[in-house]
């Protein structure tokens, strides 16, 4: 069983407040990654790291950004939560070496919804 | 820009039924495909992981298979069981991982 943590789990917040998602792994993975996903559709990467001080935007135009100050922790951070931005954001990571052969271990994701 | 499609996007099946997944992916240019499986209130869990020079990977009742001339993975489950519903996604690995949208399995008991 991989151990990568979120929190909270579920997050019910009105619109205009800063929110920052947590996301840990004790495994000593060098790659991290967040997804968003819609109910019913597919995840869509947003952000991702290839190691300390790394951070690259992903596929999915996103209004969060995100920080990698140490290996284990990959924060993910709205300024200004909008409804739009209700959805789950999955947060997973992969270990160092080729991702061809490696597959990638999640977190049990955060529920977010912006009133 | 690669697209993955899932198909069916739901299925119901009785306990004990041998079922089928789809997957088609548009750019055959991957360095493997994964099966993952989702259940509600938790993370993906990887299945199978099938590198592009493998044409199938099983573990235990659940056996993928790719062919990636064509883009198509299919994810066969033997002898059904109820706590095999859950929603099935395929991702395939070019130069980052890309999901369908998955398959919603119920298996009534």
């Known amino acids: 069983e991989a151990d990568i943590y979120q929190t909270p789990r579920y997050l019910v917040i009105g619109t205009g407040k800063k929110i920052t998602l947590e996301c840990s792994q004790t495994m000593g993975h060098d790659k991290m990654y967040w997804y968003q996903q819609d109910p019913g559709m597919e995840l869509h990467l947003i952000h991702y790291?290839?190691?300390?001080?790394?951070?690259e935007k992903g596929d999915l135009s996103s209004e969060s950004t995100v920080s990698r100050i140490r290996t284990e922790h990959f924060p993910l951070t709205l300024e200004s939560a909008r409804p739009s931005h209700t959805s789950q954001y999955l947060c997973?990571?992969?270990?160092?070496?080729?991702?061809?052969?490696?597959?990638?271990?999640f977190g049990p994701g955060t529920r977010l919804l912006v009133l | 820009k690669q697209e993955v499609t899932q198909i069916p996007a739901a299925l119901s099946v009785p306990e004990g039924e041998n079922l089928v997944l789809n997957c088609s992916f548009t750019?055959?240019?991957?360095?493997?495909l994964q099966w993952f499986r989702q259940d509600p209130g938790k993370g993906l869990t990887s299945l199978l992981l099938?590198?592009?020079?493998?044409r199938e990977q099983t573990s235990g009742r659940l056996n993928a298979s790719l062919d990636k001339s064509s883009g198509r993975s299919t994810l066969y489950i033997a002898a059904s069981q109820p706590g095999d519903s859950a929603t099935y996604l395929c991702?395939?690995?070019?130069?980052?991982?890309?999901f369908g949208a998955g398959t919603i399995l119920r298996v009534k008991s």
């Open positions: 790291s290839y190691g300390v001080n790394s951070t």
């Open positions: 991702a395939v690995y070019g130069n980052k991982l890309v």
């Open positions: 099938i590198q592009s020079s493998q």
């Open positions: 997973a990571s992969s270990p160092t070496g080729t991702t061809r052969e490696k597959t990638q271990y």
């Open positions: 750019d055959s240019a991957i360095y493997n």
